[in-house]
């Protein structure tokens, strides 16, 4: 087999060339980052349930109009997705005082936000992800106006969404990070879609039945253990794998996962570069 060119590598995915032009192939590895990654683990288990969480979410997103980058998996590790323009923010939504909103504000951890708090974070490892502002942000031509009003309007709706999805398993929706891209379509028309992954690595998620019990990467961050059990919980509360799960005895049952149905966003799939509801773009193409 070819070996496969290598657009980019980070803390829990490489990115590699598509099967076509205008894709990539997203792989989900095992390793465990906390703390801009000063803290570091190799968990088996790990990447192929944040695939298959990550490709049902977005798949559940298309399905209300949110455009995504996912097209399909294509197997237990690996996504085939748009290849987009990322926009270099990290979008934060919180509904319950968790992590580093405590440590900056005082607050009492499970405190619920009397609503949804939005927060925006320069993405730069270099710079450890800084908490920046939105004049920040169109002050340095990261995103315009109209792009951001767009953004923060999806991550309503997709907070919305998820609140309700993962109360219907028993989970709460602390807080979760998004990624956007930019995508220009075949009459030079641009899009904004939702990139990167929504799975237990980057959502907080607290068992709503069992004391708030933490079933996303807190599990790491704080030694609680447990974590690749937490995130096949979440997975089989979704209907994702079998119960009894995929990691058995601390590894993987290649023939189960194997096994399991792929997931495709036939959505995603045919939109073919055009927005979902096939109208004019309304924002002028830029120069």
Same mark, same amino acid.
């Given at each position: 087999m070819a070996k496969r060119k290598v657009i980019h590598e980070g803390k829990a995915k490489i990115i590699y060339e598509g099967l076509e032009p205008g894709t990539l192939i997203q792989y989900f590895k095992?390793? !465990?980052? !906390?703390? &801009? !990654?000063? @803290? @570091?683990?190799? /968990? !088996? +288990? @790990? +990447?192929?349930? &944040? &695939?298959? /969480?990550?490709s049902h979410l977005m798949t559940r997103l298309e399905e209300i109009g949110i455009p995504t980058h996912f097209i399909r998996s294509l197997n237990m590790r690996e996504q085939l997705v748009r290849e987009v323009e990322i926009i270099p923010i990290e979008v934060v939504i919180r509904n319950v005082a968790a992590g580093s909103l405590c440590k900056r504000l005082g607050l009492k951890e499970g405190m619920i936000l009397p609503q949804p708090l939005i927060e925006f974070y320069y993405k730069n490892d270099a710079l450890g992800d800084p908490m920046i502002g939105e004049h920040h942000i169109i002050t340095f031509g990261w995103a315009d106006p109209l792009e951001m009003e767009e953004i923060i309007t999806m991550s309503y709706r997709i907070n919305d969404f998820l609140n309700g999805l993962f109360s219907g398993i028993g989970l709460k929706l602390v807080d979760f990070k998004l990624e956007f891209g930019r995508l220009w379509g075949e009459y030079g028309e641009l899009y904004l879609m939702l990139a990167d992954e929504i799975s237990p690595d980057n959502c907080r998620l607290w068992d709503v039945n069992n004391n708030n019990e933490k079933m996303d990467k807190d599990r790491f961050r704080q030694d609680l253990g447990g974590l690749v059990e937490a995130y096949q919980q979440v997975a089989e509360r979704l209907g994702l794998v079998p119960k009894g799960g995929i990691i058995q005895g601390g590894s993987i049952n290649e023939q189960l996962a194997a096994g399991l149905e792929e997931i495709e966003n036939e959505l995603a799939r045919e939109r073919r570069l055009r927005s979902l509801n096939k109208v004019k773009p309304q924002k002028p193409v830029k120069s």
């Open positions: 095992d390793d !465990a980052t !906390a703390f &801009n !990654a000063q @803290k @570091k683990d190799v /968990i !088996a +288990g @790990k +990447g192929v349930l &944040n &695939n298959r /969480i990550s």
